[in-house]
């Protein structure tokens, strides 16, 4: 079993840097693949960002390509989001999420992910 829990979120302006945080519980943190979504008010939730168990690969969503960045340190079982020039369309909830089948590739679909947070919100006014 594994507990997610994002924080970081909050309301920012257009240009404005943010870091979401997502602290993992349970055992072997370190052997999962981990991935970032976000969910607009009446949209689908997309893929934001996704890293392998050992930061060897990482892929971003090409709408964020150039200003996310995921990362993660497994000795505090965390993963983090750095958002940078925020921009109005950035705007939804934030989930972090444990893909515990993940290989050498970071997997951009939600379906491959088991666990996820309760979700963070972030608000970028123009």
């Known amino acids: 079993q594994v507990q997610l829990v994002e924080s970081g979120g909050g309301l920012v302006q257009a240009g404005d840097s943010l870091r979401l945080s997502c602290a993992a519980s349970g055992h072997s943190f370190s052997n999962y693949g981990m991935g970032w979504f976000r969910q607009a008010p009446g949209k689908e939730r997309e893929f934001v960002a996704a890293i392998t168990w050992n930061s060897g690969s990482t892929a971003h969503a090409d709408s964020v390509k150039g200003r996310f960045t995921i990362s993660r340190d497994n000795a505090k079982n965390t993963v983090y989001l750095q958002m940078n020039s925020l921009k109005p369309e950035d705007t939804g909830v934030y989930y972090c999420?444990?893909?515990?089948?993940?290989?050498?590739?970071?997997?951009?679909?939600?379906?491959?992910?088991?666990?996820w947070g309760q979700g963070t919100q972030v608000t970028v006014s123009s």
């Open positions: 999420a444990a893909d515990v089948a993940a290989g050498l590739f970071p997997r951009r679909l939600r379906q491959y992910y088991g666990y």
